[in-house]
């Protein structure tokens, strides 16, 4: 999974759930309210969620890579009829981003509490 995570600093300071979201997939607020859109209203193209943002279609696309990157957010493409294609974006289910937040934090913890067992040892050459 692709993630950036920001630290432990960044996630102790969380005093959302949003906040927390945010945190570990490195979002800004464009990101995060894009997000918020796709979870309360479903599958929608770039250009519908550009204008409920009320910012630029470039920049909501950049957002959506990046949330497609961090895959919170799935791409689909759909045909036109009369040829081509187009894009649009879904948000995944608020459980499955629940438990990919709570595996991270599991795998952080034990990561900190393996840290934690050789404190003395790694300290002893300062």
């Known amino acids: 999974m692709s993630r950036t995570f920001a630290g432990p600093k960044a996630a102790g300071e969380a005093s959302s759930c949003a906040d ?9 607020e464009l990101e995060m309210d894009a997000l918020g859109v796709l979870l309360r209203h479903g599958t929608m193209g770039a250009d519908d969620l550009a204008r409920r943002l ?11 890579q990046k949330l497609v990157s961090c895959q919170v957010v799935r791409k689909e493409s759909r045909s036109i009829d009369r040829g081509g294609y187009y894009h ?31 404190f003395d040892m790694d300290l002893e050459g300062l």
């Open 20 to 28: 927390l979201v945010r945190c570990m997939y490195n979002l800004t």
């Open 54 to 64: 009320r910012r630029d279609r470039s920049t909501v696309y950049r957002g959506l």
């Open 88 to 118: 649009v974006y879904t948000a995944v289910p608020r459980e499955e981003i629940r438990a990919r937040l709570e595996h991270c934090i599991e795998d952080w913890h034990a990561r900190m509490t393996g840290l934690m067992e050789r």
